[in-house]
């Protein structure tokens, strides 16, 4: 059963805006990460974030994770084509078994 | 570079067939895992592995089974072919209890099959 949802499904943009996507899941966590696959490709880990931490940053990338809401967004800010990929949360569940849930993905296409 | 490396990125096979999905990573993991990816409903976990001749079922390993003989290499066995089993199947390996240290997973590259 999915843990995390992504939300939305989908987002088109233009390059050089930001863009948000959301998680949210439904038990407590260890750690939620956060995957980029290219079309037809494997997935990419982009980041980690404990359920400790509120805040993270990689390069043009900011994950926030708020545990009372139980949610998490990934922002990446000044995007551009190469971004263009599905995004993905995947939970730990805590007191589990520390295998990542992963939800169904966010499609982002930016147009140049 | 650390990898995972899937045999193949295309596959065909017709219903009935046995087939073998090999995976193969370089980084010394000790655990390893097989998902299948479909539209609309994410990646689903077949089956894993903490350890060597070690597995354990995920969400959905009915009609699937799997190898893992060596540490670097995970195979899943499609042990009758059905056109249900059309997917993306991808590979991914981890450190033992890897993402209490911060580690995610690292993915191949998918093998697409395909069974008519």
């Known amino acids: 059963s999915q843990q995390g949802e992504e939300d939305p499904q989908a987002l088109s943009i233009q390059e050089g805006e930001n863009a948000t996507m959301n998680c949210s899941y439904k038990?407590?966590?260890?750690?939620l990460q956060w995957y980029r696959q290219n079309s037809g490709r494997g997935l990419v880990h982009l980041i980690l974030?404990?359920?400790?931490?509120r805040e993270k940053h990689s390069g043009r990338l900011r994950v926030t994770l708020d545990t009372s809401k139980k949610s998490s967004s990934l922002l990446i800010t000044a995007s551009r084509a190469a971004d263009t990929a599905s995004y993905f949360c995947?939970?730990?569940?805590?007191?589990?078994?520390?295998?990542?849930?992963f939800g169904r993905g966010t499609s982002l296409i930016v147009h140049p | 570079d650390v990898k995972v490396t899937q045999s193949s990125r295309y596959l065909v096979k017709r219903t009935g067939e046995k087939v073998f999905l090999e995976c193969v990573q370089d980084?010394?993991?000790?655990?390893m895992f097989w998902y299948r990816q479909d539209p609309g409903l994410g990646l689903r976990l077949i089956y894993f592995?903490?350890?060597?001749?070690?597995?354990e079922k995920g969400d959905i390993p009915e009609g699937y089974s799997v190898s893992r003989e060596k540490k670097e290499r995970f195979s899943l066995i499609l042990e009758s072919a059905s056109t249900n089993q059309t997917s993306m199947y991808l590979c991914?390996?981890?450190?033992?209890?890897?993402?209490?240290f911060g580690y995610g997973y690292t993915f191949g590259s998918g093998t697409r099959l395909t069974v008519v």
């Open positions: 991914a390996s981890s450190p033992l209890r890897g993402t209490v």
């Open positions: 038990t407590s966590i260890n750690n």
């Open positions: 974030i404990r359920s400790n931490e």
């Open positions: 995947a939970t730990d569940a805590s007191g589990g078994s520390y295998i990542p849930t």
């Open positions: 980084m010394d993991h000790e655990n």
């Open positions: 592995s903490y350890d060597v001749k070690m597995k």
